[in-house]
């Protein structure tokens, strides 16, 4: 046992190794090169040059400034969306799913096995013009007759909101699941009323997967760009358009590894401010 | 596990009970409807694959057919794309999850210096955009193209790369939520570490680490940003299909779509039958 | 990063010229593709024939009876060449971006012939990079069969690096059912009925030509006033919501769909969407519209002999007829036009495979400087995707 202990604070980093190591090789370098290249001008005919143009970040935020706004709006609604959306449903299985947990848990998972474009491309046939969504929603006053749903932010939004929802609903139900019901039970006689129960125990409770939830549907949210372009319009563009268009379209890559630095820069002050507000240990468990 | 959980949820006052079905019954009616959205857009993925259209688009319904599921590779290139997926879906998910693994393990198990930076590094990926992993990806890959070209290998540590956070967290956070007395006996009945951790540990992140290669499988088999930024000529399916959306819709994607959601869902619920049937026998 | 692929593309073609030193050698290697010397020891494999001839094109641009392209298997049978035909260009901006990492680090593409269009930058930018092996103009004695307005494109004055496949027009769509016949861009861009749901496209060649078309200006001299007057009439009907999006070749779904009552549109395509949907119509505008042509090249480390023995077979009136009469596009080979007619007689008066003479004079081509414009570029760039 003794010599096995003395070797022992060699083991967590040779479990570490690989993992670390693919990480530092296929995620960290990548990302030194991509800020290198942020600092290339230059033109695709001619090619680019390193030469520190921090200008790049400049001319992104005035050129796109609105795009970005735009993602960060939508993003956020289809977070608080796809909370409010989910949550209820969390619970209900995390409390009342019994022995159909599983199978209830398989039904948020299922959506995710059919493949990301394909759901997408299905919303575009269900909301389309003259489908039965419009058609209903003229039906009951809610559209003007003129109106529509394909090509218009709400789309785009409620695409988001569908395509990211099992990222929320699934941290939500681990931490609800969690709870211990006889802390639920006490709460509910200490605070006679079930809601002041939910408030002041359910609900901090399960705080870990909100903020998991949140964070797994914000982040891939405010990066999106096939939403926004097979669901939205040109004005409904968001930053990943931009992007998407500046690295396949326009060979722009300059431009375009600026743009990324600029959102993942905003996504991680977005994060650190958060972790402030509800605490770093629920972030990073 | 769960036969200590099961007897204190069951222990529930009379009169909670009566409260807790009124309430029961206004979730469960949400709930519902929730999973019937959920299931919307599948229900017409998969109609729409029996449907026969008359040209190239698969967006109006003009009749049923088998067709498209006899002739499901039809479609140029559309075997070849699905093989790709389903090959790189398989290798990406088997390797993040050992990688993964291995990394929850050491951050749950051990004190050691570099812990706070270990962290930072499997949470950062998540944190990070798929499109900014992709471009990140291509700038690295393209001044590689002399020793590694761009297709397959590209594509798999890709893969492989954005997997492993989600295999670590996935194990993590079953090793955090289990009771180490267990092991802690095992110890104390002379086994050592090893045997411990294969006859104690293991059995018991089992059920994390399939939970972990399903997810990178599915994350995997799913992705297209990053794929599209570092797949050069290859082709999988997500790429396949964004390809066609654009000109022509062949309901041989919609096949392709609800084969790999069966067969998908089919091995989940042999899973939940099997562990409910564990539970019971438990 | 690029700089150093340039350095890479620089250095391998001072050495296939083999003066790395010399003044003229380096001279050479900075002007681009000009200088055929870089053939990449293609001439000593000449006149051999490779198994399989590899393929590139836009999807549904060739003949098809069932799963079989019928003008295939008769190369095959002719010259035991199996050609694997792949539709995988969908636009050319991101064709041309999924085979540049290869091009720009001097690997071959796996491709022996791709097709682009003369209307973006990209074929001249090609053959300016010198990413495009030189035709191999012994084995296409059919070249004579290339009409002569098509014979000098000032990007590839001789068709050393390229031979169109089809020309095509850029019009406006609209579907019958569900509108009046909308025949003039004023109506695309103003008509309150149409609001939402109209498409433009998103190649800048494509609706900057018909914009300014209907502005008055003329689309083959571009200067920056006409060009700011264009975009000035665009973002006024994006700003007042009648334009729905741009699109590429994707505007064909929503077009089919309903959910686009009129659109630019490429003129042959709505032949075959009207498969889909009966009611599509086509026309140039009252004010002019588009004329392209999309064009075979043969990317760096293509096999230049097998694909041009590819391109004369296609060069037969015969075969191109028989192509043409399923694509319904404008076909550039002399004599295709009484092949086909001997055919399929009711073909002849098709106009979008035999245009009129008023169509002709009808349609503008862009102005190819301005298709390097870079600023021009960016600002359709930022107007494409605000």
């Known amino acids: 046992m003794r010599v096995f202990h003395r070797k022992r604070w060699l083991t967590p980093y040779l479990l570490l190794a690989p993992g670390m190591l693919w990480l530092a090789l296929f995620f960290l370098v990548p990302l030194g090169f991509l800020f290198y290249q942020s600092l290339e001008s230059g033109n695709i005919d001619f090619g680019y040059a390193f030469t520190w143009a921090w200008g790049n970040y400049s001319s992104a935020i005035r050129s796109y400034r609105g795009q970005f706004e735009r993602s960060f709006e939508y993003a956020g609604i289809a977070t608080v969306v796809a909370f409010l959306v989910s949550y209820p449903v969390a619970y209900w299985i995390a409390f009342r799913g019994g022995r159909w947990k599983n199978l209830l848990l398989l039904f948020i998972v299922a959506p995710f096995f059919v493949t990301y474009l394909i759901r997408t491309l299905a919303w575009e046939t269900i909301l389309s013009d003259n489908g039965f969504v419009v058609r209903i929603l003229h039906d009951i006053g809610v559209l003007s007759p003129g109106g529509r749903l394909l090509a218009t932010g709400t789309a785009v939004v409620a695409g988001i909101t569908y395509n990211f929802l099992p990222f929320m609903a699934l941290p939500l139900y681990v931490s609800l699941e969690q709870i211990d019901q006889r802390l639920i039970e006490a709460a509910e006689d200490l605070y006679a009323s079930r809601w002041a129960a939910f408030i002041r125990v359910t609900f901090p409770l399960s705080l870990p997967g909100v903020v998991a939830g949140t964070l797994l549907t914000f982040i891939p949210a405010a990066g999106d760009f096939i939403n926004a372009e097979l669901l939205g319009s040109p004005t409904n563009h968001m930053i990943g358009n931009v992007i998407e268009s500046k690295y396949k379209e326009l060979l722009d890559y300059p431009a375009a590894a600026s743009m990324s630095f600029i959102l993942m820069a905003i996504i991680l002050a977005m994060i650190l401010l958060y972790a402030r507000a509800v605490g770093t240990e629920q972030l990073t468990g | 596990m769960t036969s200590v959980a099961v007897p204190l949820r069951s222990r529930r006052g009379t009169l909670a009970a009566a409260v807790a079905f009124a309430r029961r019954h206004v979730l469960t009616v949400y709930s519902l409807l929730f999973f019937a959205y959920l299931m919307l857009p599948i229900g017409v993925v998969i109609a729409f694959s029996f449907n026969d259209p008359k040209g190239r688009f698969n967006y109006t319904w003009q009749g049923f057919t088998w067709k498209n599921w006899e002739q499901w590779n039809a479609i140029p290139d559309l075997q070849s794309a699905i093989q790709l997926s389903l090959l790189i879906a398989l290798i990406a998910s088997i390797v993040a999850t050992l990688l993964g693994t291995l990394v929850a393990l050491a951050l749950v198990r051990y004190g050691f210096r570099g812990r706070a930076a270990t962290n930072l590094l499997v949470f950062l990926p998540l944190s990070t955009p798929e499109i900014v992993l992709g471009a990140s990806l291509l700038t690295l890959f393209l001044n590689l193209t002399s020793v590694l070209p761009i297709g397959f290998w590209t594509i798999l540590i890709a893969h492989i790369m954005f997997c492993i956070s989600f295999a670590v967290v996935t194990v993590k956070a079953r090793l955090i939520g289990f009771d180490r007395h267990l092991e802690e006996a095992a110890m104390d009945l002379g086994a050592n570490e090893l045997t411990t951790f294969t006859k104690v540990t293991l059995p018991l992140i089992a059920p994390a680490i399939l939970a972990a290669l399903l997810l990178c499988f599915a994350i995997s088999i799913d992705d297209f940003v990053v794929t599209y930024f570092n797949a050069g000529n290859r082709v999988t399916f997500p790429i396949f299909v964004w390809g066609a959306a654009r000109v022509a819709t062949p309901p041989q994607i919609n096949v392709i779509g609800t084969a790999i959601f069966v067969v998908a869902v089919t091995l989940m619920l042999a899973n939940v039958v099997f562990q409910n049937r564990r539970a019971k026998q438990a | ?386």
């Open chain 3, 1 to 386: 990063m690029s700089d150093r692929i340039t350095r890479q593309v620089f250095l391998r073609r001072a050495a296939a010229s083999g003066s790395v030193l010399t003044v003229p050698g380096i001279l050479a290697a900075c002007g681009g593709g000009s200088s055929p010397s870089s053939g990449g020891g293609t001439s000593t494999e000449a006149h051999k024939l490779a198994k399989t001839l590899h393929f590139s094109n836009w999807t549904l641009y060739i003949d098809k009876k069932g799963n079989k392209h019928p003008s295939l298997d008769q190369f095959q049978a002719k010259y035991g060449v199996h050609v694997a035909y792949a539709e995988d260009i969908n636009d050319n901006a991101s064709f041309f971006s999924k085979i540049q990492p290869d091009l720009s680090s001097g690997q071959s593409t796996g491709r022996d012939i791709i097709v682009m269009t003369d209307n973006s930058r990209y074929p001249s930018l090609l053959v300016k990079k010198g990413w495009v092996e030189k035709l191999d103009k012994s084995a296409i004695p059919n070249i004579k069969n290339l009409v002569p307005q098509q014979r000098h494109p000032s990007w590839d004055p001789n068709r050393d690096y390229s031979l169109p496949w089809q020309s095509g027009f850029t019009g406006i769509g609209w579907n019958e059912k569900l509108t009046e016949p909308v025949t003039t861009m004023g109506d695309l861009l103003g008509n309150k009925k149409l609001k939402g749901k109209v498409g433009l496209l998103s190649e800048f060649s494509d609706t900057l030509a018909l914009v300014m078309a209907y502005n008055g200006d003329d689309p083959s001299k571009i200067t920056d006033q006409t060009f700011n007057r264009a975009m000035k009439t665009i973002q006024k009907a994006v700003d007042s919501g009648q334009v729905r999006a741009f699109y590429g070749n994707d505007y064909s779904g929503p077009f089919a769909k309903g959910d686009l009552l009129a659109t630019m549109a490429w003129s042959g395509d709505v032949v075959q969407l009207q498969a889909d949907n009966p009611h599509l119509k086509w026309q140039l505008p009252d004010t002019g519209g588009d004329i392209w042509t999309d064009n075979m090249l043969i990317p760096k480390g293509g096999d230049a002999y097998t694909a041009s023995v590819y391109m004369n077979f296609v060069y037969t009136p015969k075969i191109a007829a028989e192509i043409e009469d399923y694509v319904n596009y404008v076909c550039p080979v002399l004599g295709a036009k009484e092949a086909l007619i001997k055919q399929d007689p009711a073909v002849a008066k098709n106009p979008l495979i035999f245009p009129t003479k008023d169509m002709l004079d009808n349609a503008h081509t862009i102005d190819p400087a301005a298709l390097n414009n870079e600023k021009w570029l960016t600002a359709w760039q930022n107007l494409v995707s605000a």
